[in-house]
């Protein structure tokens, strides 16, 4: 009851109004229906039991709006509000709608201080071994042309298949020895192979070729299998797509096989950035969801962009390294006025790991005259702009042979036959990452550093408590939407908390570990 007493109407029919046609029967209202779905994932309930909860629960009937008497509404409303949010690509307004209301609450602060991390999202799919792949592949492709038309599958189907993909695959059911296994593998590539050639033979109705699971389905096969000359075999490691391309599991083609330190997992990735600052509730502001094998520092550029277009900018954000780069750091500010707090990447020369040894960061480099200096005095003899493997700029310097051979101190430098070489990124992004490790040593950059640790708590919260971490759809953009409203969620409960007079705690520490502390 303190959420519409205090905050008053997060949503507004206005909010969705494009998202439903202008002509047709009355809709409920659709800001009634975005509240109970950020409800809904507050309590992490179903859409039966959503629906039982309008109906019986005065707490709910008064945040609504409702009378006592209200009859509520079927749960398929609830579907299909969520499937107009993601058709429309509107799944973050449960969010951005809220935010905007809190700030004018007074409850973000412009230009404060925000911190972002990420973890891994497990996909509502079973991880399946390549051979348990291919064979559930045939099997959902199967299943999704017979419900389509299931008197063409009965002329195609072959008596064994109904034994072999009548019901779901699993490897304990799969043969036991290496060269069944082998002979069980070329009958499931060759049962694939056969039903493609029907599905693209003459008289095959072409919405069969059109439905979804059909394409899934050539797709993996396209990336598993070759048919060489009438021969079929398995892809080899050097011929299969990238990692961000391949999938698992039919039922979900966007959730990628992924690892993380210790974690393996299938399925996604969620960034979730909040306001850090102490004397307000820290809300969260973003929430990006991305394909597992995306790597956070790709994300960075994205979250200041939809910050930046929602007026919701930090003068520091604070991240871990997995977020920083060079390009980052000489670019946040001049485009977005964004000061990055976080620590760089290690210089993994064999130089800067002994300590003793003259890493890059020991050369003066006169970038106006395209000349670098050695520690020892020598000047360099080439300097030449050049591109990396991945598609970026950087500059090699080297210099002479001669001079290197004669340095009485040659061992610190270089282990190679010939001159040192340097290799440095073009001097804005260069500059950035100098200053940014100089800063990094000092006490300031200690404690705008030591907030981070908060956003663990954020991404336990959600993990814990409502579900951030298991899918409960299939597919990216819906999955989007379940940590847009998980987020608006959590916001709620902080606003109310905060509200309460409660404020954020430190991180609990263990008796045992207060020991060490105070010691």
């Known amino acids: 009851m303190r959420l519409r007493d205090e905050l008053g109407t997060l949503y507004t029919n206005a909010d969705f109004a494009d998202l439903y046609p202008n002509l047709g029967q009355p809709a409920l209202s659709p800001w009634r229906l975005a509240l109970v779905t950020v409800l809904q994932f507050l309590e992490n309930l179903t859409d039966r039991q959503v629906a039982d909860q309008v109906r019986g629960r005065v707490d709910w009937k008064y945040a609504l709006g409702l009378d006592l008497t209200d009859p509520g509404f079927d749960r398929s409303v609830l579907s299909e509000f969520r499937t ?20 004018t609450k007074g409850l973000i602060r412009a230009r404060g201080h925000q911190r972002t991390d990420s973890t891994h999202v497990l996909a509502a799919v079973r991880r399946l071994q390549r051979l348990e792949s291919a064979a559930e592949m045939v099997r959902a492709a199967l299943n999704a042309l ?4 299931p008197e063409w599958v009965r002329r195609v189907a072959q008596p064994e298949w109904f034994e072999r993909y009548g019901h779901r695959v699993e490897d304990y059911r799969l043969p036991k020895g290496k060269a069944t296994r082998e002979a069980y593998g070329l009958a499931v590539a060759t049962d694939g192979f056969t ?26 096969w396209a990336q598993n299998f070759i048919r060489e000359e009438g021969r079929i075999r398995w892809r080899r490691g050097d011929e299969l797509a990238p990692s961000g391309e391949r999938f698992n599991s039919p039922y979900d083609a966007e959730a990628a096989y992924s690892t993380r330190r210790e974690h393996e997992w299938i399925g996604y990735k969620v960034h979730i950035s909040e306001t850090c600052d102490a004397e307000l509730p820290h809300l969260i502001t973003h929430v990006h969801t991305t394909n597992s094998t995306i790597q956070d520092v790709t994300s960075t550029a994205p979250i200041h962009a939809a910050l930046a277009q929602r007026n919701l900018l930090p003068e520091k954000h604070i991240v871990d390294a997995g977020y920083i780069d060079a390009e980052l750091l000489a670019s946040s500010v001049p485009e977005h006025g964004v000061n990055l707090i976080g620590p760089t990447r290690e210089n993994r020369s064999w130089q ?13 480099i006169d970038w106006d005259h395209c000349q670098v200096t050695c520690p020892q005095g020598a000047t360099t003899r080439g300097w030449y702009p050049t591109v990396n493997r991945f598609g970026t700029l950087e500059i090699l310097i080297q210099f002479d042979r001669e001079v290197c051979a004669a340095c009485a101190v040659r061992s610190l430098c270089t282990k190679a036959k010939g001159g040192r070489r340097v290799v440095i990124q073009p001097r804005e992004k260069h500059e950035a990452l100098r200053l940014a490790r100089e800063y990094a040593t000092s006490q300031e950059w200690q404690a705008l550093y030591h907030r981070r640790a908060g956003i663990e708590g954020t991404l336990s ?10 899918t409960r759809y299939r597919g990216l953009r819906k999955t989007a939407l379940q940590h847009a409203a998980t987020c608006a969620a959590i916001n709620v409960l902080r606003a109310v908390s905060w509200l309460n007079g409660d404020k954020p705690g430190r991180t609990r520490v263990s008796r045992f570990s207060q020991l060490a502390v105070s010691a």
């Open 352 to 364: 800067a790991r002994a300590g003793t040894g003259y890493a890059a960061s020991h050369f003066q």
């Open 195 to 220: 039903l493609l050639d029907a599905l693209n033979g003459e008289g095959t109705p072409e919405g069969l070729r059109r439905l979804p699971m059909i394409k899934v389905f050539e797709q993996w």
């Open 461 to 470: 919260q959600g993990t814990r408590a409502l579900g951030l971490r298991r």
């Open 146 to 149: 017979s419900g389509a038309d």
């Open 84 to 103: 107009r949010l993601t058709q429309n690509q509107a799944e973050a307004r449960l969010l951005d709608r809220m935010l905007e209301h809190f700030q």
